[in-house]
């Protein structure tokens, strides 16, 4: 059975930093792209970034710069570091799993396949994080 397990949520201060996990049991992650997505009551679900199984990723604008996946298939955790924390970046943080092979224009310039939550076939169950002076 596969899980995804979010934690490292809060709250935290603008400018500060979070570090997310995204815990995975019942999959070989290296074979498994990684998306990050965030919700806010009342708007879609988002994607803010995907990494693949080789450590590639992209990030959506809104955070790139400021926020880092990363990933470590021996503990099965993908981790999503955010630094310099913004008031719009509070929201519920999901991690998703899929494990079909990404198109080779995944990750590119441009490509909307990974912000699509459709592409991803496993989710965890969101951890919050909300920003606050």
């Known amino acids: 059975q596969v899980q995804l397990v979010e934690s490292g949520g809060g709250l935290v201060q603008p400018g500060g930093s979070l570090t997310l996990s995204c815990t995975t049991s019942?999959?070989?992650?290296?074979?498994?792209?990684v998306g990050w997505f965030r919700q806010v009551p009342g708007k879609d679900r988002e994607g803010i970034g995907c990494?693949?199984?080789?450590?590639?990723?992209a990030y959506d604008e809104s955070v790139k710069g400021r926020f880092a996946m990363s990933r470590d298939n021996v503990k099965n955790t993908v981790y999503l570091q955010m630094n310099a924390i913004k008031f719009e970046d509070a929201a519920v943080y999901f991690c998703?799993?899929?494990?079909?092979?990404?198109?080779?224009?995944?990750?590119?310039?441009?490509?909307?396949?990974?912000?699509?939550?459709?592409?991803?076939?496993?989710w965890g169950q969101g951890t919050q994080v909300s920003v606050s002076s």
């Open positions: 019942g999959i070989t992650l290296d074979e498994y792209a």
């Open positions: 998703a799993a899929e494990s079909r092979p990404m198109p080779h224009y995944a990750l590119g310039p441009g490509s909307t396949w990974w912000r699509d939550e459709y592409n991803f076939g496993y």
């Open positions: 990494i693949n199984g080789r450590g590639e990723s």
